[in-house]
């Protein structure tokens, strides 16, 4: 078969500071299962976060190495590019830079204030910011709550602005009362997955029949 000459067109998946990194490492795993290539940024709030939930570091030297421990996964044939989130001269703060889209999860309230007022304090925020003007897709994560009028108002500029605002919010009927916490973080994946278009087999789809999962 001849070789595929087709260009580069990751996905960019920003991890900002909020709890929930379980999220992030659930999307990462179902976007390399699906083939996907993977722009990947984490930012400094991040990094103490993954430390605090994992017990796992993620440092910009030995990042490969730090992020097969943190999602307990080979990344042998993994096509990902790991960009600094220091980095405001990395391919992902261009609009020339191909890109499928962008993906924040989780998101912080401070990321969702800095993406809506373009404020590009970081490259995450930045790379958000150019999705948007791209008229990109852009799924953005919030998990904090509560929530004050100032959040709420950022997430309406965020709608306003082209992207989809899915709360880390799971349900129950894929799983029940007793599910465990992986299918819950899954369930969240796979609707941050239906929005992005991205086929996966995470979640339990609702079939319009109680009692039957």
Known sequence: MPADDSPRTPWILGVSGASGTPYAAAVLRALCAAGEAVDLVVSRAARLTILDET???????HWREDLATWLGA???????????AGDLAA???????RAKGMIVVPASTAACAGIALGLS????????????KERRPVVIVPRETPVTR????????????GAVVLPASPGFYGSGANAQAQQLVDFVAG????????PHTLLTRW???LGHR
């Open 55 to 61: 017990g796992h570091a993620f440092r910009d030297a």
């Open 74 to 84: 080979s990344l042998d044939d993994a096509d990902l590019r790991y960009w600094p």
């Open 91 to 97: 391919g992902p703060s261009s609009g020339s830079y």
């Open 121 to 132: 304090k970081d490259l995450l925020q930045r790379a958000a910011e150019v999705n948007l």
């Open 150 to 161: 100032s959040h709420l108002l950022h997430l309406v500029e965020l709608i306003d602005s």
């Open 191 to 198: 609707k941050i997955l239906d929005a992005a278009t991205i």
């Open 207 to 209: 079939t319009g029949h």
